[in-house]
């Protein structure tokens, strides 16, 4: 019947609807709670398993293929989101972030050892059931090809069953570390914990704020603004100014002498500004002067938001576009990925930047023109620099790294290359021209479909003697999987909970350092911020590596 063969028989078709049936399914079960709890796109692996199991299997090498794809779109989308704010997070508490994630790896490493000595298991059977507890692929594959090579070419088969068996209920148990977690720190409710890092985030903020000042320091009479901001190495933007023996409001420029008496509107974070405050004289509470004059000709000055959608805008520096000169209109800030920057004139501009600008009706007109300020060219993805950057991280991560006594190179795998690249481009691309900006609706389709099927394919691909496996003595190495993955995550988890880390970032520490899609999916579904993922990004890159390496070292032990 052609209908049962259509889901039986091997073919383009019967792979796409498979994969296409487990992943609605999955997602219509992801509705379902326990409690508070939802298992989210887990739900996509368990019925991967199930159909498995009943015989509804895709080929080996189209299921490859779909996991590893969906896994670098997922991983390039998680790139692209946290590329431009993640190395001053980096330099914010990376290192600290790094040290726990090689903690938790070093410890779940020692914890498959120690089982091993204490029960007697085949130590190769534990290092599978180590990388299924932690759901890594590369570091299993790196354990395959070290044995292979160690035996002149010979395979075993029990590195692949420790880890089938291990896997799902791997997934399932970092999910459950990160949610017991939750109640170790007694954080009531996610909104709490998300009020309390908002808190945390504006007591340490340098967020831009604007003031009107009086000059009335008389040892900066007749002084250039220049001069002054020179002089002072204050990162400030003065864009108004109004003379002591004027009524007019004024474009301020660098060669704007001060006098005392004038007034000035300037932009600057709290502490520039309380700073320029003691220099020039004194702050005028509850006085803006961009409110004493009507814009009512065409040389009153006004206030706009321009957003950069010009291609040929991005990548250059402000003070590289001449506005304040050429079309006597300046930048007092930049709004990025919801945060303001000031605008200085080093500030390279990229896709999808909100500019606030001042100057006249007529000048303002111009400089949209210049910038671009058409919303709908932002909807447009970028598809170029998507594959492009997927390509650059395919070949960064299969270069082969070696390293000293290990008898085969270490590699960053099809995960870490794309991440590294995405972080990258992400961060660096404007500066060459490159347009990196991608809508959030465009990342959040990306992300959402590669988890999905990287999820739907693990699922179809481990259903198949699972169970036997499992009744032949397998339900001791599903434990032991269970203790490897539990036992770490929640000790590190404390650990950084004592280093002041937030929930949210922990959630992402651990789902980066056991090196976890479903986990990142999870947390990111919880937190409603970006948190985890910066997190994830954070120790992605050097927990892969330190998997690999300890799977190939644990393999040598083996012999």
Partial sequence: MWFVNLFTQPSVAQSILLVSLVIAIGIALSRIKFGSISLGVTWVLFVGILLSHFGLVIDATTSHFIKEFGLILFIFSIGLE???????????????????????????????YVIHLITGEDLNAMIGVLY??????????????????????????????????????????IILSIV????????????????LHEKNVKEHATDVEAATLEVTNTAIEGHTIRDILSASGRKVVITRIKHANSEDIEMASAATQLHTGDRIYIVATPDDIEAVTLLLGRKCEGIDIRQWSEPKAAHDLISARIVVTNSEVQGRRIKELGIRENLHVTISRVKRAGIDLIA???????????????????DVRKIEQLIGNSIK????????????????????????????????????????????????????????????????????????????????SVGLGAGQGFVETVLNGGLWWILYGFIITFV????????????????????????????????????????????????????????????????????????
């Fill in 377 to 456: 060219r932002l909807d447009t993805p970028q598809l170029f620099v998507i594959f492009f950057g997927i390509v650059l991280g395919v070949i960064l991560g299969s270069l082969p790294i070696f390293l000293p006594g290990m008898p085969v190179p270490v590699k960053l795998g099809l995960a870490g290359g794309p991440l590294i690249v995405s972080i990258l481009l992400s961060r660096f691309g404007p500066k060459y021209h490159l347009v990196t900006y991608t809508t959030n609706s465009v990342k959040l389709l990306m992300r959402e479909m590669g988890i999905c099927l990287f999820m739907a």
């Fill in 488 to 559: 770490p995550c929640i000790v590190i988890g404390i650990i950084a909970r004592i280093c002041h880390r937030s929930y949210f970032t922990i959630a992402g520490l651990i789902s980066g350092a056991t090196t976890d899609p479903p986990a990142l999916a999870y947390s990111n579904s919880i937190s409603g911020n970006d948190q985890a993922s910066v997190a994830y990004a954070t120790v992605y890159p050097l927990s892969m590596f330190m998997r690999v390496l300890v799977a190939q070292i644990l393999v040598l032990m083996a012999l």
């Fill in 82 to 112: 946290v590329g431009p704010g993640f190395f001053s997070s980096f330099k914010q508490g990376g290192v600290t972030l790094n040290l726990l994630a090689v903690g938790l790896i070093l410890l779940g490493s020692a914890t498959a």
């Fill in 180 to 195: 017991l977690l939750r109640y170790i720190f007694r954080i009531k409710s996610y909104e709490d914990e998300h009020r």
């Fill in 344 to 362: 200085q004139p080093n500030l390279y501009l990229q896709m999808g930047d909100r500019l606030t600008v001042v100057g006249s009706e007529h």
């Fill in 132 to 173: 299924g507890a932690v759901t890594n692929t590369p570091g299993l594959g790196a354990a395959q090809q070290t044995f292979s090579d160690m035996h002149n070419g010979e395979t075993n088969a029990i590195f692949a069953q420790g880890y089938a068996v291990a896997y799902p209920l791997g997934v399932v148990g």
